[in-house]
């Protein structure tokens, strides 16, 4: 079992940058594929950027040089720096687990908004 805890999200303005954090419970965070995703209104949930235990990183074309993930093995926690944020960036972001990073969601995080305000 995995508790992942995310934290971070907020309201900033278009151009400004955010750092999200998720805090897993337990001992094997460091044996998991982790990933970041997100939920708009009216939207499906889509992966935002994911980070293999290797290190090995994917993002999503709508994201990529804006956004970074990264994780600190020996906090337990996975990170993303959201910079050059878009009104469009605006959605629930989720934090997710799993034995590898093609196959994310075996445990989520409970979301923390992000809104960005143009």
């Known amino acids: 079992q995995v508790q992942l805890v995310e934290s971070g999200g907020g309201l900033v303005q278009a151009g400004g940058s955010l750092r999200l954090s998720c805090a897993a419970s337990g001992s094997i965070f460091r044996l998991l594929a982790m990933g970041w995703y997100r939920q708009a209104p009216g939207k499906e949930r889509g992966l935002v950027a994911g980070i293999s235990r290797g290190g090995s990183t994917y993002y999503a074309d709508s994201v990529k040089g804006r956004f970074a993930i990264s994780r600190d093995n020996a906090k337990n926690t996975l990170y993303l720096q959201m910079n050059s944020l878009k009104s469009e960036d605006k959605a629930m972001y989720y934090c997710?687990?799993?034995?590898?990073?093609?196959?994310?969601?075996?445990?989520w995080g409970q979301g923390t908004q992000v809104t960005v305000s143009s």
């Open positions: 997710a687990s799993g034995n590898i990073l093609a196959k994310l969601g075996d445990y």
